[in-house]
């Protein structure tokens, strides 16, 4: 990646604008260009050999290059490569699928509705607490409560439900009726002396306080991850989601749980709610439903909801929402086959056994004098770099070690991702103890070199 920029890299940068990237920097280093994957590893146009320690964005939980799911995909667009929902239409793939989503949620539900992306999930989350709220005659029973570095999306909606401000500034995020609430991270927000139970009733609290401040007449919602995956690997204390649910039931407002990154056995459990005691009223799925080799997100939701829902689209003539990709038929013959891979491999039992190997890593690195803190749930986690550890003190200038370190890293052969000066990890669900230990035998040495940079 140093020195003058290939053929591939110029074309890039003459030619892409690419998300979550300083555009004035890519111009001069060029993209990294990914050729191929297999198994936990992607190959760039160099041969270099990756372990791909963040599944992609979250997703590839299967890996790469599996021939059961290439060869569903091959399958499904020799039959049916392209149908919809629209108008009462129908095919196989979709209704399987909704039923396996049915079987497996962490709540009672009635109905699936399909989309193709996570911000699209959550979009269509709020129209649809908006439009349930207008069935049950409460017009005024609108906005939504986030929280501060949760991660939604980038729509105009969850990108204002996403609690981070480069996913605000310029872009005139949020529009109104979205409210954000604390962040469940107690090393960072803890107070001196609080435990992690009266740090969980201090923010339950607090989040009862912005509802009567509000009024709960024009509350509809509160949306929340299980663990915080793009805000930094946030994983809530054991209390915080029990504390919350409370608060959310006294005042009638809906909670909405994000699995984007959670679902599908991330945190050792089929979805994140279970993991930690949270009672949804509908659910986002997206990225694991078809281990990301094909797009398609979907949204679960109770009886309640899906009765009210139903009935008014009798009322105004026909349920006026729906995308043209939503539920397309090859990302619901995916999802189905890697759900039944899941199933057959038992994946989340994987998941369970590699978890405390997983964490024993991070937690053996929690020592290194730039580690803060290391946390993790399942087989996501994160580690938070400080300049000084012991006073959880932050960097001066927010990113610049955490991103070094993960340069660091990529040179030593491991893909991970900088969160501001968290470096996360969340691999492949399929990845082996040896894989574990390939993964983080190169993260010491990241670390040492980010650490005598950072003096
Ligand atoms: N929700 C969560 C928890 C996510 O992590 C993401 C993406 O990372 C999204 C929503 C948005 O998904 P997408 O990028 O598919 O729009």
């Known amino acids: 990646m140093d020195g003058p920029l290939s ?15 300083n555009a004035v920097q890519h111009r001069k280093v060029g993209p990294h260009v990914i050729e191929r994957g297999e198994g936990v590893y992607v190959f760039d146009d160099s041969g270099k050999r990756y372990i791909e320690g963040m599944a992609g964005l979250w997703c590839a939980g299967l890996g790469f290059g599996d021939s059961e799911l290439i060869d569903a995909a091959k399958e499904q667009m020799g039959k049916l490569p392209y149908y919809h929902l629209f108008g009462g239409k129908s095919f196989e793939p979709a209704i399987e699928l909704a039923e396996k989503i049915k079987e497996l949620a962490p709540m009672p539900v009635s109905k699936v509705i399909y989309q193709s992306s996570g911000s699209e999930a959550n979009d269509t989350q709020v129209k649809l607490a908006w439009y349930y709220n207008n069935a049950r005659g409460k017009p005024e029973k609108k906005k939504i409560i986030s ?28 529009v109104d009726r979205i409210l954000h609430t604390g962040t469940p991270h107690f090393w960072r927000e803890g107070r001196d002396g609080e435990t992690e139970a009266e740090f969980s009733a201090r923010l339950a609290a607090e989040l009862d306080e912005m509802i009567i401040r509000e009024g709960p007449d024009t509350v509809a919602a509160f949306i929340a991850e299980p663990v915080m ?8 204390p054991a209390d915080y989601f029990p504390a919350i649910q409370a608060v959310l039931e006294r005042h009638d407002v809906l909670c909405i749980d994000d699995e984007v990154i959670c679902g599908f056995g991330r945190t050792g459990n089929w979805f994140g709610a279970e993991t930690f005691g949270m009672k949804p009223t509908s659910i986002s799925m997206a990225k694991q439903l ?34 043209t990709y939503g539920g397309h038929p090859l990302g619901c013959a995916v999802g189905v086959k890697t759900i039944e891979i899941y199933q057959r491999r038992d994946i989340v039992g994987h998941v369970r056994r590699m978890a405390p190997i997983f964490r024993a890593k991070l937690d053996a690195l929690a020592a290194h004098p730039l580690v803060g803190e290391a946390r993790a749930s399942g087989l996501m986690g994160g580690l938070e770099l400080s300049p000084d550890p012991a006073k959880k003190a932050a960097f001066c200038e927010p990113g610049k070690v955490g991103a070094y370190a993960a340069d660091e890293l990529l040179k030593r052969g491991v893909i991970s991702r900088a969160i501001g000066d968290t470096l996360a990890f969340c691999p492949p669900m399929v990845i082996t103890e040896a894989e574990i230990e390939e993964l983080f035998a190169p ?12 003096k």
């Open 147 to 174: 929280r501060v570095r949760g991660y939604h999306g980038v729509t105009i909606v969850s990108g204002s439900l996403t609690g981070l401000p480069y996913n605000h500034k310029r872009f005139d995020l949020p």
């Open 290 to 323: 078809t281990a990301a080799y094909a797009p398609l997100s979907a949204v679960a939701i109770n009886q309640d909801m899906a009765d009210a829902i139903e009935a008014q689209s009798g009322e105004v003539g026909t349920f006026g929402h729906g995308f």
């Open 7 to 21: 053929n591939a890299q110029t074309r890039d940068v003459e030619a892409l604008l690419h998300p979550y990237t």
């Open 443 to 454: 993260v010491e040495g990241a670390l040492d070199a980010a650490h005598a940079w950072a």
């Open 229 to 236: 995956g793009a805000g930094g690997v946030l994983v809530p």
